[in-house]
């Protein structure tokens, strides 16, 4: 007799190739083509692996001007990105130190530091010379990885965020920050912040909301979807924060 089939064997939910998401969550048939004056470039840890409620691919399908890349380390921002930079000051990165607009009193959604982390005189011109942006997308401990092994970021101009409101992600996954947000999110803010585009956001945003819509769908029928638990004795990244 034949054994029954084992229920823990069942055949691999499809992925797309596009946002590489399970296809029960993808929303690639939504997204909104955005012309965008600023570039993004958007660095993934290797391990960052939160193929349900991750966002680098999704920010990434709706740009031209959108560069993904996965790995630990790039000798400089040229070769990040697969092309010739002049200037790498004009590329602004959302630094992960300690500095926090609320305790800097600054009123800006988007703020310049200086490289003692104080907020930088002339904003509006720092600010205003800027050509693209670079995001580090895992969580909190992978993102400070990537900004250690990459030395060329100190070329960079240091922006932080000052978000309005909480991360979308709400009890889907705690941040340990109020102003910790999702990579999409604070693409959202600072791309709309600087090309001074509300429609920015408000499509990145629409996005985000579509994703957290159909993950809270699938999720009662389809648990593996969840992420999971980190393993007993092992550190939870994943109650850290996203870059």
């Given at each position: 007799?034949?054994?029954?089939?084992?229920?823990a064997?069942?055949?691999?939910?499809?992925?797309?190739p596009?946002?590489q998401?399970?296809?029960?969550?993808?929303?690639?048939?939504?997204?909104?083509?955005i012309?965008?004056?600023?570039?993004?470039?958007?660095?993934q840890h290797?391990?960052?692996?939160?193929?349900?409620?991750?966002?680098?691919?999704?920010?990434a399908?709706?740009?031209?001007?959108?560069?993904?890349?996965?790995?630990?380390?790039?000798?400089?921002?040229?070769?990040?990105?697969?092309?010739?930079?002049?200037?790498?000051?004009?590329?602004?990165v959302l630094?992960?130190g300690?500095?926090?607009?609320?305790d800097l009193?600054?009123?800006a959604?988007?703020?310049?530091?200086?490289?003692k982390?104080?907020?930088?005189?002339?904003q509006?011109?720092i600010?205003?010379?800027?050509?693209?942006?670079?995001?580090?997308?895992?969580?909190?401990?992978?993102?400070?990885?990537?900004w250690?092994?990459?030395?060329?970021?100190?070329?960079?101009?240091?922006?932080?965020?000052?978000?309005?409101?909480?991360?979308?992600?709400?009890?889907?996954?705690?941040?340990?920050?109020?102003d910790?947000?999702?990579?999409?999110?604070?693409?959202?803010?600072?791309?709309?912040?600087?090309?001074?585009?509300?429609?920015i956001?408000?499509?990145?945003?629409?996005?985000?909301?579509?994703l957290?819509?159909?993950?809270?769908?699938?999720?009662a029928?389809?648990p593996?979807?969840?992420?999971?638990p980190?393993?007993?004795?092992?550190?939870?990244?994943r109650?850290?924060?996203?870059?």
């Open positions: 007799m034949s054994n029954p089939p084992d229920p064997a069942a055949e691999p939910i499809p992925e797309c596009h946002c998401k399970p296809m029960p969550l993808c929303i690639c048939d939504s997204i909104t083509p012309e965008n004056r600023l570039s993004l470039l958007i660095l290797p391990q960052e692996q939160d193929r349900a409620l991750g966002t680098a691919r999704l920010l399908g709706h740009f031209a001007k959108a560069t993904v890349r996965v790995g630990l380390s790039w000798p400089s921002l040229s070769k990040a990105l697969g092309h010739h930079v002049e200037n790498a000051s004009h590329w602004a630094y992960l300690s500095a926090r607009a609320a009193e600054a009123a959604e988007i703020v310049a530091l200086n490289r982390g104080e907020v930088a005189d002339n509006r011109a600010l205003g010379k800027l050509e693209g942006i670079v995001l580090l997308d895992g969580t909190w401990s992978q993102a400070k990885a990537l250690w092994r990459n030395p060329w970021m100190l070329k960079c101009q240091r922006v932080i965020l000052n978000p309005a409101h909480p991360s979308r992600y709400g009890r889907l996954r705690k941040e340990p920050r109020k910790g947000l999702s990579t999409i999110e604070a693409a959202a803010t600072i791309l709309a912040g600087l090309e001074r585009r509300p429609d956001a408000e499509t990145l945003n629409a996005s985000f909301e579509r957290l819509t159909r993950y809270r769908e699938v999720q029928e389809m593996e979807l969840a992420p999971k980190a393993p007993k004795g092992r550190r939870d990244f109650r850290r924060k996203r870059a």
